[in-house]
């Protein structure tokens, strides 16, 4: 198209007309090259800034819902899910089982060793928990050093077997590494849902149960 229009004007036009002509085509033609690459930059910039803003609601959105040290779900979260999964009468939640764990004597890994240490090894413990329990498990950092496990469609034979292979992997982990010469011990209570309980009578007697593992000599599992 523009070699036509070109042709017309050589054809109707002086020489210096023409030449002018061109000029202002080709300023015309930069012109609009110049701006479809910022227009391109533009929209670049635009979904790269996108990207950030979803990035960073990810980010607030798991703040919100997991703990930072552990990276496990925090204790609101964990409460809101323990709700929703009793708040249906469906006959699988018959079988909601929860474990509420404890670090034996952290306070002493604090005091004798740094509360560095003791954080490497919340991390570490809540690493073996998320490593041997299911994807269908919700695991939440309860408190300092307690932890709660809620396992769905689990009878309480089989929340009992599960939590015996957690307490022996963390037995069983290389707490040397952390000059941890005594090592580091976990103890569970396990309770089952009930048809008419509620989640703070469900948590008060997996509290009870874990209360009794710890008078009974700590690093056991009691349901």
Known sequence: ATAVLVALIYNTMALDVLLLTLAVLSIGMLALRQFANMRHKLELLVAERA???????????RQATHDTLTGLYNRRYADESLVRQLGGGDRSRR??????????LFKQINDLHSHATGDEVLRRVAAVLRGRCRPTDVIARYGGEEFLICLPNTE????????????????????????????VTI????????????????LGRADRLL???KNGGRNRVVA
């Open 51 to 61: 990207r950030k803003l979803e990035e960073q609601t990810r980010e607030l959105d």
């Open 95 to 104: 079988h909601l089982t929860v474990a509420l764990a404890d670090i034996d």
């Open 156 to 183: 309480l034979r089989e929340a009992r077997s599960l939590c015996e292979g957690l307490r022996t992997a963390v037995e069983n982990a290389n707490w040397a590494q952390l000059g941890l010469a005594a090592g």
């Open 187 to 202: 103890s569970f209570g396990i309770a089952e849902h009930k048809a008419d309980g509620s989640p703070d009578r469900l």
């Open 211 to 213: 209360y009794e593992a």
